[in-house]
């Protein structure tokens, strides 16, 4: 069993370093678990995770985030990303004139022992096999990463992505929206068929829709910048009836 | 005939080219080399007397070698649109000729080790080695290993270098040469015409279509040593070839020139493709004129691809001739810190009915600076003409330069021209993304490059879309800090 433990983290703008985005939020996440955090708008949500990726935005100014206790904060994004860290974005990038399969390709070789050659053939097993899962057409194999896609289809090739990665761990920033009904069940498919021992994921997101198709094991509210609230999956329900109000008045009380 | 002087002027505000900083992983080496002919440096009437007499020349090509010296002395360096770093070649210092006295090699087995060492140290993959089999290498001023050409020779194709064919082939060597790019073209065609050495000498008879590629590796591999190869190829009516050039130094301490003049002859239906991928060190000054005739139906197309060198100056052209001829520049240029790629093309129309496209990409890195230069041009009284023009440029980094001259003359309404341009930049976004999936900045980067000129190098054989890739690869990594 591996962890991820972010510990009292406070991330500000690289640019504005007084500034601060996340103001001291402590979480551990164990693989085999999965866990949702959910908050309003510009709560810092994606700033936490692309800190946590290693983001150049962004400096983190205490606190420190560690993968099986060893900090991967002095780690480039590359090496953490190899250690077994995986961001789902929430706005993916277009990557004009590389193909998805020469990319994935070049992402597996990358985590390959130096000399080790990638089997061609079975690469490309894997990765069709992967696409039929998340009901990808195989011609996307030789279209531009992300380029012209739906905002549905750049959610799916995530997902595809993190499949042929197989990280400990994922932070998935709102892979929800921009998915129709039907998408959002294949993702949320394909990321159970994922589930189990080896993966600890971090689930963004706004609507309780999702957490019913991925239902997880921990529920935590964020606002401004901190975890105000935790609990099960039935924190998601009460959130979803009563809107984040209800956590700002219970916060103003205490 | 067109004119190197006549292309629009740039902006001469910033010449400064810093050179060093970087260490150019591959050709960064040197072995002891027996010169037997060396013309001591510099230039005047003498040295081009002694690479004349050394080459047991015909009267006839001193003669020509003599009067375009002249033109060289008394042109002046085209600074007045080109950047004034050209300025910075002390022709003094320059060698300019070297022969190591090797007769061409047949086999692989016959060539000398060290050359072999030098292929080696480029690096050149193993599936690659068996193609250098059949390489004709210049070695130096001299081919030093040839074996396609007994292949072609069956085709009646003659392949050799331009001394063999001056030697051997003077009644079509004569017809042709000089004639499409004139010694007094430009400075620097002046100066390969009155020091010219090495390069490939192609002919192919009429409707003979050559199988395989041709290709030829150039390497320098002296101190202050200038390279001035001289290529010609005629391809006689209904005929087919492919050449291929492939050029790499080692890293010199001082300034290096590379003069190198290309002519293609096209005949009536004929088609040729050039194509160059060439990775010069930086303190190179790549100065190179190529042009091709194309004549009725035929079709002439140059790819080409620079990568470092301080200073590339080179806008490969066709003039075409006949009617319903078709020229085609792909060009891919990067500039990486402290080089100056200054490339583009030229399309000559001279006939109706002609088709000329130009494809040109460039990438700049760091404080590296790219410059496009198109000269187009379709007089009035033709008809029917056709040009598409496309220019593309990619930033890494906000340091780096691009700027775009293209000069399009159109004159006459029956004719159809196209043209568009863009810049583009690798932003600090997608190279996270990349990272993000675990490629290191320098594989991120490399793929963005690579990802930018796919659609061209989709068009390249096989083992040189992995040369250039390679190439890319290696000066990525050293770009990143
Ligand atoms: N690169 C940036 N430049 C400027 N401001 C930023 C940047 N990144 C984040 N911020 C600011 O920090 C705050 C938190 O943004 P963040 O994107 O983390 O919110 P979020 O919780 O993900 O919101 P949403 O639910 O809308 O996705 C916002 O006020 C945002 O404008
Ligand atoms: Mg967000």
């Known amino acids: ?254 | 005939m067109s004119n190197t002087d006549t292309l629009p002027p740039a902006d001469e505000t910033t010449d400064v080219n810093p050179v060093g900083g970087i260490d150019q992983a591959v050709g960064d080496f040197q072995y002891d080399v027996n010169y037997e002919f060396d013309a001591g440096t510099g230039l005047n009437e003498n040295t081009v007397r002694y690479i004349s007499s050394v080459k047991k020349e015909a009267p006839w090509i001193l003669e020509f070698r003599l009067k375009a010296l002249k033109t060289f002395l008394e042109k002046p360096m085209p600074t007045h649109w080109a950047t004034t770093d050209l300025n910075n070649i002390d022709f003094d210092k320059i060698r300019y000729y070297l022969s190591q006295g090797q007769k061409p090699k047949r086999t692989w087995d016959e060539v000398p080790d060290d050359i072999k060492k030098t292929f080696e140290r480029l690096g050149i993959p193993e599936q690659e080695r068996k193609f250098l089999a059949g390489v004709e290498a210049q070695f130096d001023s001299e081919a030093a290993y040839s074996n396609i050409k007994d292949i072609v020779a069956k085709q009646g194709v003659i392949f050799c270098n331009s001394t063999e064919a001056l030697r051997e082939h003077p009644e079509i060597f004569k017809k042709f040469f000089g004639k499409v790019i004139p010694t007094g073209d430009n400075k620097f065609s002046a100066l390969n015409s009155a020091v010219f050495s090495g390069g490939s000498f192609i002919y192919v008879p009429p409707g003979v279509k050559v199988a395989q590629p041709l290709q030829a590796y150039f390497r320098i591999n002296a101190e202050n040593f200038g390279q001035f190869e001289r290529t010609l190829i005629i391809a006689d009516e209904g005929s087919e070839v492919v050449y291929m050039e492939g050029c790499t130094a080692p890293k010199f301490s001082t300034s290096t020139l590379h003069s190198a003049v290309v002519e293609l002859v096209a005949l009536k239906g004929a088609k040729i493709q050039y194509i160059t991928v060439q990775n010069w060190a930086n303190n190179v000054f790549n100065l190179v004129t190529k042009r091709g005739v194309a004549h009725e139906d035929a079709e002439i197309k140059w790819i080409d691809c620079n990568i470092g060198s301080r200073l590339t100056m080179k806008y490969p052209g066709v003039v075409l001739k006949g009617k319903r001829a078709r020229g085609e520049v792909v060009s891919i240029a990067l500039a990486n810190d402290g080089q100056h790629q200054d490339t583009g093309a030229k399309m000559i129309h001279a006939a109706d009915d002609t088709t000329s496209v130009i494809v040109a990409k460039s990438i700049s890195v760091g404080q590296g600076r790219s410059t496009y230069r198109g000269q187009v041009h379709i007089p009035k009284h033709l008809k029917g003409c056709k040009n598409n023009t496309e220019c593309d440029a990619l930033l890494i980094n906000t340091n780096s330069r691009t700027d775009t001259y293209p000069a399009i003359t159109v004159r006459g309404d029956t004719h159809a021209v196209q043209h568009e341009a863009s810049v583009s930049k690798v932003n600090e976004e997608q190279i996270f993304y990349m990272q993000q999936r675990g490629l290191t900045e320098a594989q991120a980067m490399s793929l963005a490059v690579n990802g930018f000129v796919n659609d061209l190098v989709r068009q390249f054989p096989m083992e040189y879309s992995v040369e250039l890739k390679r190439l890319i690869d290696l000066e990525m990594e050293g770009s990143v800090g």
């Open chain 1, 1 to 254: 069993m591996s962890s991820l433990e972010i510990r009292d983290l406070h991330v500000a703008l690289a640019d504005s370093p007084e500034k601060p985005i996340v103001k001291g939020l402590t979480l551990t996440i164990k693989t085999g678990e999965v866990h949702a955090i959910m908050g309003p708008n510009g709560t810092g949500k994606s700033t936490l995770s692309k800190a946590i990726a290693g983001h150049p935005d962004y400096v983190i100014t205490s606190g420190d985030v560690l993968i099986d206790g060893k900090s991967i904060l002095e780690m480039e994004p590359d090496e953490r990303a190899r250690a077994g860290l995986f961001l789902a974005f929430q706005y993916p990038s277009e990557i004009p004139g590389v193909s998805i399969a020469n990319f994935l390709r070049a992402a597996v070789q990358a985590r390959m022992a130096e000399g080790e050659e990638l089997d061609a053939s079975g690469y490309y097993k894997r990765l069709y096999s992967k696409m039929d899962l998340l009901k990808i057409d195989r011609k996307f194999t030789s279209r531009s990463v992300n380029e012209g896609f739906s905002g549905g289809e750049k959610k799916r090739c995530e997902i595809l992505q993190m499949a042929m990665l197989e990280p400990s761990f994922s932070l998935m920033d709102e892979t929800d929206s921009g998915l129709d009904i039907d998408a959002l069940k294949i993702v949320a498919e394909g990321v159970n068929a994922m589930r189990g021992e080896k993966l600890g994921v971090l689930l963004i997101t706004h609507y309780q829709r999702l957490l019913d198709y991925i239902v997880p094991d921990f529920v935590h509210v964020m606002y401004d910048g901190r975890i105000v609230k935790s609990g099960d999956k039935n924190l998601a329900l009460e959130l979803e009836a009563k809107g984040y109000d209800w956590v700002k008045t219970e916060l103003a009380a205490v």
